[in-house]
């Protein structure tokens, strides 16, 4: 079965390292999201992307970059770690209708 | 920008009672309009959507919404709520100009047996 599959689920991490959060698809979807859940702010997108080679920055992208090598992947990387990003990231695709999207299970990360 | 306003933060209710949880998006055009739901330390369910059609739509585990275009809401409702309820539902829209969904800031719902 298709699915979508994020790794580690959980991570702490010191301020100032570089992080890579892994997001891994095999439902051929085209478009991929990365999303903090924060409480009271529910969940704000990060960056997404519409297929390989494209990536942009959603609203709260400061402090993060992602790449789009092929279909399957999108890794999310924060390029130094801050206590402000200590938050639940979930990753999540669709198909080119719109119509359904899925959710990883998330990634719950600590900044020390 | 688009946005999503979901009115109650946190909701308490006895088992059986009724529930409605409010749902507002700020868009002029065409919307597709989802509720999820994520119990205690699980990812997000779709309970349901809406695309076109009937503006009444009829979910998974007997929930429902009712999508009112001149309102730009949403909302969800049960009858009848359960202790297995218990959970954080989340409003998101995807507009006409973009495949991202945009989330409300969710509604904690506690009910208690």
């Known amino acids: 079965d298709a699915e979508i599959t994020q790794s580690p689920r959980h991570k702490i991490t010191e301020t100032g390292r570089q992080v890579t959060l892994a997001c891994h698809q095999t439902?051929?979807?085209?478009?991929m999201f990365w999303y903090r859940q924060d409480l009271g702010h529910g969940l704000r997108l990060i960056h997404y992307s519409y297929g390989v080679q494209d990536t942009n920055k959603g609203e709260v992208s400061d402090g993060y970059s992602v790449s789009r090598s092929n279909t399957e992947d999108l890794p999310l990387t924060l390029e130094s770690a801050a206590s402000s990003q200590t938050s639940v990231y979930f990753c999540?695709?669709?198909?080119?209708?719109?119509?359904?999207?899925?959710f990883g299970s998330g990634t719950r990360l600590t900044v020390v | 920008a688009q946005s999503v306003s979901q009115h109650n933060h946190h909701v308490i209710l006895s088992e059986a009672a009724s529930l409605e949880l409010g749902c507002n998006y700020s868009y002029g055009g065409t919307v597709n309009l989802f509720w999820y739901v994520q119990y205690p330390g699980q990812h997000l369910q779709l309970l349901l959507k809406y695309f076109s059609g009937d503006p009444l739509v009829k979910g998974i585990k007997g929930f429902e919404a009712e999508f009112i275009k001149s309102k730009f809401s949403f909302n969800l409702r049960k009858p009848s709520v359960q202790w297995s309820d218990t959970a954080e539902y989340f409003c998101a829209v995807k507009t006409d100009s973009s495949y991202k969904l945009i989330f409300g800031s969710g509604t904690r719902l506690l009910v208690r047996p």
């Open positions: 439902w051929n979807h085209n478009n």
């Open positions: 999540a695709s669709s198909d080119g209708t719109g119509h359904g999207y899925t």
